[in-house]
């Protein structure tokens, strides 16, 4: 069974035009994350939530927003996607006290 | 900021073969992972370590969290064509860091059948 799923699995959207990627979980965890990945790259965190409480990393373009509406769910917004914005997008959970985090499919974002 | 040094970053390997890589780091971490992920897919949780010393095995992989808590190895006895992937080494925990997960660069193994 699916645990965290993301969708959608790919998503083509034109430059400068405004995007939402969505993630939910099953596992009742209180850490979302969301991580941007590049060819050949490993993730690099962009946010984090610990339950409500939104943790931003230093280096993440304010062009990207997140919205945690419940436990469950979480979305990244792209307010203008640029041609460097194009990359997989991941989502992962896990509880805090140092617990693995599980990570869904991604998405595969390309910006035209 | 916390890094991990992860090598070698890319093998290439007959089937059978056992296969080594490993990570550093100069911070100490209190919880190591390693992930496998295969083209266009998240990453998959192979093994978690959460205490220094440990060894622990799933299967063919066998993994060990350092006793300086700085470093860990995992290992791949027999390997088969579908090890191929990129494994990603990950740390929790330690000095500063209030539960982020930091990645290593991966290592990209490919199994020649």
């Known amino acids: 069974d699916a645990m965290v799923i993301q969708n959608p699995r790919y998503q083509v959207t034109q430059f400068g035009k405004p995007v939402t990627l969505s993630c939910s979980q099953t596992?009742?965890?209180?850490?979302m994350y969301w991580y941007q990945q590049k060819s050949s790259q490993a993730p690099k965190l962009l946010f984090h939530?610990?339950?409500?409480?939104?943790?931003n990393e230093a280096d993440t373009p304010d062009n990207f927003q997140s919205r945690r509406p419940n436990t469950s769910f979480c979305f990244l917004d792209i307010r203008s996607p640029g041609l460097g914005d194009a990359a997989m997008y991941l989502c992962?959970?896990?509880?805090?006290?140092?617990?693995?985090?599980?990570f869904g499919q991604g998405t595969r974002l390309t910006v035209v | 900021g916390q890094q991990l040094n992860q090598s070698p970053q890319s093998m290439f390997i007959q089937e059978g073969e056992d296969v080594s890589m490993n990570c550093t780091s100069s911070?100490?971490?209190?919880?190591w992972l390693w992930y496998k992920q295969d083209p266009g897919e998240g990453p998959v949780l192979l093994i978690a370590?959460?205490?220094?010393?440990e060894l622990t095995s799933n299967g063919r992989l066998t993994a060990q969290f350092g006793i300086t808590r700085k470093d860990s190895f995992l290992n791949i006895s027999a390997s088969i064509p579908s090890d191929v992937g990129i494994y990603f080494c990950?740390?929790?925990?330690?000095?500063?860091?209030?539960?982020?997960?930091?990645f290593g660069q991966g290592t990209t193994l490919q199994v020649k059948p």
């Open positions: 992962a959970t896990s509880n805090p006290g140092g617990l693995p985090a599980f």
């Open positions: 596992l009742n965890h209180n850490v």
């Open positions: 939530y610990y339950d409500k409480d939104f943790n």
């Open positions: 911070s100490i971490f209190n919880t």
């Open positions: 370590l959460y205490k220094a010393g």
């Open positions: 990950a740390g929790i925990g330690g000095s500063g860091n209030t539960g982020k997960l930091i």
